[in-house]
């Protein structure tokens, strides 16, 4: 556990559903990966603002922000996440294929983002 005060809390995204799509998806993998994430979510938390490499912002889109995972497995993930009311809050994850971030993974989490997400 890390010394201190968390600096900011991470809360995962609700669609008014009920869904908490990235929490879904963090329960589908293998759990020695669902901890190299958790520790980094937790690192995000205590020590904020923090930059490469394990976070920084999508030029792309304004506010949209990505976690970086080196997974044990050897696969990379990426959570993309906004800042909202001193909360990090876990917009949309994924496994990371290709070099580029696939366009259809930052439309979720932009989409979620503005609040136009209800599933």
């Known amino acids: 556990m890390k010394e201190g005060l968390k600096r ?14 990235v929490r879904k998806w963090l329960k589908s993998l293998a759990p020695e990966d669902r901890k190299d994430i958790g520790v980094d979510l937790q690192t995000l938390e205590f020590s904020w603002p923090i930059g490469m490499p394990l976070c920084r912002s999508l030029s792309s889109h304004k506010g949209l922000w990505e976690v970086r995972s080196n997974l044990t497995s050897g696969k990379i993930a990426r959570v993309l996440f906004c800042v909202r009311r001193n909360e990090l809050i876990l917009l949309h ?27």
């Open 93 to 119: 994850g994924f496994i990371k294929k290709t070099q580029k971030t696939p366009d259809q993974a930052i439309t979720i989490a932009v989409k979620r983002m503005k609040g136009e997400d209800h599933g």
């Open 8 to 21: 900011i809390a991470v809360r995962f995204y609700c669609a008014d559903s009920g869904n908490e799509p």
